[in-house]
């Protein structure tokens, strides 16, 4: 019981990391329809960030992590004005826009491995990691409860930005037809960079707390995006709260595999979701239903 | 109405192209403030393209278009900035938001929130069943109250030109008599500015002051809409039978 409960907390922490990068890419998904692979590039550019700000500079963890999403966002940004722009401008197949996602990607990858090398870094000990005991039920580590915390709050705001501000409503009349919602005065670029912005700000967050918990390499970002992609397409491609319920499901389903079967079994079972999920239900638990009258 | 009159929104010698089609060939059309002008023609003469290329969603190959004797910017939010809205093809409501929010989407160029309240009031006013609806998703809506609601959205950006794109496409010829009749309401009561594209040419003439005839891209005829009714290559051609 102790375990369970242990292995329960354990895997909504990791499935609330999870919900912050499958959001971001969702997000991207449900304006430019196309799967951006390059997402996980703005989670380890935003961990490379804090590295160097705790290690180099001797920054505070919030100066640095600040550091870390604003770096992130503007990089977000900075690969949509390049890579993407271009293509969305000429043509309105997104495929070329998947392709172009790949491509950057492995330019992202690869600029940290000949910059700064391939090797695994520990980033130093800031966030605290002793064990807590969970209000008498189970033990866990302060570090889940923190990112647990950290990724509600942080959920929370894109929220209320999405359903309070004026842009957040663009956007949201955007992920249902970008072409009208240009039609009604919004400046289409701008919203898109606002999109990217927010979702490298989130994989960034994300990304600072999956290095406390892999430890920080250039192919973090691939491996990552691949999670959350399933985590998005178990949800409802293009849904955010599909995304986060996706990634909740994913990060319990693998942290119970790790506790009760073996941890080798984890991949195993999050492809084995994405697979059960493409034969039953396609759309995903939150796909789209509500149709336009022709 | 046009005597030493300029025109508010003006367009001049516009082409458009898409790849090796030309889609609208030296279009020139006028719009005075107040009056309600139609442009007229079967599917695919271009009445979609030439609606398009005002809004800048389609690149011109050549031509000016002016407001009020200024040139129109290039970019969509631009010319809704301007003064431009559309009513699009279609409809196009944003099924996922609620009346309310679609409404507010169209009033995104305004900056201040007391005129977005007071034009939500005129749209109201006009369209109460807007109001009545006003939580409910735009998607759950009929077909006429969506083209209501597209209508109201592109009031919302307090224009000073309302473009209409087709807007009886699939409504049941009541509820068509119900939109054109609130079209006259929005002119008089707003003194709005209107142009129309129809593929219904009976209703559009009857609608409007004045009309243009397009065929495949170019317009080949306007004059008074209630001359038009009554001439006979019109009638032949867009109204189906000989009077």
Redesign the interface.
Known sequence: MDTLMQQVINGLSLGSVYALIAVGYSLVYSILLFSNFAHGGFLVIGGYICYFMLRNMGSSIWIAAFAALIGAGVSAVVVERLAYKPIRERTPVTLYMLIASMGMSIVIENIFVVTIGGRFRALPPVIPTQPVDFFGIATTSAFDLLSLVTAVVFLVALQLFLSKT?WG??I??AA??L??????????NRLISIVFFVAGLLAAVGGIFLSVRYTLYPQLGAMITTKAFVAAVIGGLGSLPGAVVGSLILGLAEMLAAGFISSQFRDLIVFGLLIITLIVRPTGLFG?S????? | MSEIKKPLLSVKNVSVNYGAINALKNANLDVYAGEIVAVIGANGAGKSTLMNAIMGSVPRAEGEITLDGTPLPAKSFQVVSAGISLSPEGRKVFAPLTVLENLEIGAFPLKKQSDVEEQMQKVFRLFPRLEERKAQYAGTLSGGEQQMLAIGRALMAKPRVLLLDEPSLGLAPIIINEIFKELTEVNHQLGMTILIVEQNAKKALMLSHRAYVIQTGAITMEGASKDLLNDPVIVEAYLGGKK
Not at chain 1, 179 to 188: D, I, Q, Y
Not at chain 1, 290 to 294: D, I, L, P, Q, T
């Open positions: 004026k409503l663009a949201r009349a249902y037809n072409k009208t919602a240009g039609l009604m005065g919004v400046n289409v789209k509500v149709g336009e009258k022709v």
